[in-house]
């Protein structure tokens, strides 16, 4: 696609529910990166993904958090259990090293509530 | 590790004014620095790259900037700014460590253009 695609776009949930949050990278990109935003924290990285493995999970906050990658193209992020300060902006990106198209390109991101 | 220090968190400019926002980086071998806009409800939008080359790079929207490698500082500049400049600016530099490599943000800078 055109862009990076992120669903659902807004998503308010009940302590203590999973959740899945999805992200469609640009076509032909070769990383993939997520990040959480929240008042007063800034964007926080998560993980990235090379292909489908992921070299650098250092910024899962918890063992509640998990993303995975398949095809070497989408990738979900997983919250389990939800607590309320897990309410953020999901931001995915995709990265690519290519000449004019070197760098981040961002979704518009996903809002979750919990409530 | 790298990081990313944006001096102001808030600067009020009035229409027309020119307007300079401020990003300083920790110093490394090489540097990749980026800054993107936020609008309001939206993801992250890139508004220019320094990659090597010239030290002055001219981004979207009339907005550039230059790097400045004794100073270790990359600040934002627009000579004459709109209300449509609203928005929050956040600079970024490219961290590669441990095999691992990801943008580093600034905690931002919330522009507000005043008629």
């Known amino acids: 696609g055109a862009g990076v695609s992120q669903s659902p776009s807004n998503k308010v949930t009940e302590k203590g529910k999973d959740v899945e949050l999805r992200c469609d990278p640009i076509?032909?990109?070769?990383?993939l990166y997520w990040y959480r935003q929240s008042l007063g924290q800034g964007l926080e990285f998560l993980i990235y993904f090379q292909g489908n493995s992921a070299p650098d999970k250092s910024g899962l906050p918890s063992d509640r958090f998990s993303a995975e990658r398949t095809g070497g193209s989408v990738s979900t992020l997983t919250i389990q259990r939800t607590q309320q300060e897990d309410s953020a902006v999901y931001l995915c990106?995709?990265?690519?090293?290519?000449?004019?198209?070197?760098?981040?390109?961002f979704g518009s991101g996903t809002r979750l509530t919990v409530v | 590790a790298q990081s990313v220090t944006q001096l102001d968190s808030q600067v009020p400019v009035f229409e027309e004014a020119p307007v300079e926002l401020r990003c300083n980086y920790s110093s490394s071998v090489s540097v990749y620095l980026f800054w993107y806009v936020q609008y309001p409800n939206q993801g992250l939008q890139l508004l220019l790259k320094y990659l090597s080359g010239s030290t002055l790079v001219k981004g979207i929207n009339g907005f550039e900037a230059e790097f400045n490698k004794s100073q270790t500082s990359f600040h934002l500049r627009k000579p004459s700014v709109h209300i449509s400049d609203t928005a929050e600016y956040f600079c970024?530099?490219?961290?590669?460590?441990?095999?691992?490599?990801?943008?580093?943000f600034g905690k931002g800078t919330k522009l507000t253009v005043n008629p």
């Open positions: 970024a530099v490219k961290q590669m460590r441990g095999g691992s490599e990801k943008l580093v």
């Open positions: 990106a995709s990265y690519s090293g290519r000449g004019d198209n070197y760098g981040y390109t």
């Open positions: 076509s032909g990109h070769t990383a």
